[in-house]
């Protein structure tokens, strides 16, 4: 792993400061290694969402048979279990225009409901971390 302990071992400083990572150190490894996995990360992504689109698609078919058969209550028998198509709720995301509309409905004071939209988003907890951004070359 690279860190200033180990700096003076693995590189050369020049008179500007700028540091020369000398080839193969352990940083320029970590370097093609973290490259290598980003890669394999966004082939993975790529291929999920594809999958998950075309779930969805055989969904909706499967679905819309099912329920212009009058079949909602019929399971169906697969090699490790079953299938059955159920109704689900869906909830929207608790948005802060969600909360200011909402809010607006209980309290005629604006001022008020302005002043707790401005408290949540000033007060919400934030962390920060350091990571690394891949960018292509267009």
């Keep these: 792993m690279y860190s200033e302990k ?9 008179d500007d400061n700028s540091i020369v990572i000398e ?12 490259v290598i996995l980003d890669k394999q990360l966004k082939l993975i992504h790529e291929k999920t969402k594809e999958i998950r689109e075309n779930k969805h698609r055989l969904t ?13 209550s019929t399971k169906i028998e697969i090699s490790d279990g079953e299938l059955k198509m159920y109704e689900k ?7 802060f225009t969600y909360i200011e509309e909402s809010l607006a409905k209980i309290l005629t ?3 008020q409901v302005d002043y707790i939209i ?8 934030i962390k920060n971390s350091v990571d690394i951004r891949r960018t292509y070359h267009k």
Excluded at 60 to 72: R, T, V
Excluded at 118 to 125: A, I, S, T, V, W
């Design 60 to 72: 909706n078919d499967i679905c819309g048979y099912i329920q212009n058969k009058n079949l909602s």
């Design 109 to 111: 004071d604006k001022s």
């Design 118 to 125: 401005e408290f949540l988003k000033k007060n919400r907890e």
């Design 89 to 95: 709720k869906e909830y929207s995301p608790l948005t």
């Design 23 to 34: 080839p193969k150190t352990q940083f320029v490894e970590n370097i093609q290694k973290w």
């Design 6 to 14: 180990n700096k003076g071992k693995m590189d050369k400083i020049n």
